[in-house]
């Protein structure tokens, strides 16, 4: 069965400080992932997906960055955190053809 | 410009009552809906989905109804039970055209049921 992990669970940064979200999948091939990030009062908002190995699309700008080095990794990231990066940070997979897209645990990122 | 609303953040509902949760959108290309529950801390969980070409879809205590015309659906939950309290997210699809695979998301709706 396809599992996905997603770490750390929480982290506290300082504003400034770069950031690394790692999210990688198992048990399956050539998913799509997704990078969403839920903020208070805004419900998910998608950052970034990703269809395969380097390919890499932005939803909105921001002061965020991602990649994908490997099929089935997907890790996101800044070179200096704003106060308005925190929240809670979610990578999801789905099929290539499909729609349903399953989440991992998610990371709570509070910068301070 | 939000195309998928859930204009009620919040909804309290007696154990073994009806849960009622609405959602609409804007976007005339939606064509597959979808509904996750998510409670805090954790990632959202896939409950159910609906075609645009069905108006019912039945799942154990879970129903989804959708209407076109109003561009409207509902989640029903029946009967209600403690554990059911969380937030739920409205999700849509577009499945034709580039980036088919994307979901747009509401803002949810935290449910208490109430023992």
């Known amino acids: 069965s396809q599992t996905i992990h997603q770490w750390p669970a929480t982290l506290v940064q300082p504003v400034g400080s770069p950031l690394s979200l790692e999210c990688t999948v198992e048990?399956?091939?050539?998913?799509?992932l997704y990078w969403y990030r839920q903020a208070a009062g805004r419900g998910l908002q998608l950052l970034f997906y990703s269809v395969g190995i380097g390919q890499i699309s932005s939803e909105v700008p921001q002061n965020l960055s991602a990649s994908r080095p490997q099929d089935r990794q997907f890790i996101l990231s800044s070179k200096k955190l704003l106060l308005s990066d925190s929240g809670f940070y979610l990578c999801?997979?789905?099929?290539?053809?499909?729609?349903?897209?399953?989440f991992g645990q998610g990371t709570r990122l509070t910068v301070v | 410009d939000q195309q998928v609303k859930q204009n009620s953040p919040s909804l309290s509902v007696q154990e073994g009552r009806i849960s009622i949760l609405n959602c609409d959108y804007t976007?005339?290309?939606?064509?597959?809906f979808l509904w996750y529950k998510k409670y805090p801390a954790e990632g959202p969980t896939f409950l159910i989905s609906?075609?645009?070409?069905?108006d019912k879809n039945e799942d154990g205590r879970f129903t989804v109804f959708l209407n076109k015309s109003a561009k409207h659906l509902s989640l029903h939950i029946v009967p209600s039970q403690p554990g059911d309290s969380a937030v739920y997210f409205c999700a849509a699809s577009a499945r034709s055209g580039a980036g088919s695979y994307q979901l747009t998301f509401g803002k949810g709706t935290k449910l208490s049921v109430i023992p």
């Open positions: 609906i075609s645009s070409i069905k």
């Open positions: 976007n005339s290309m939606f064509d597959y």
């Open positions: 999801a997979w789905s099929l290539a053809k499909n729609t349903e897209a399953f």
């Open positions: 048990g399956t091939s050539n998913p799509n």
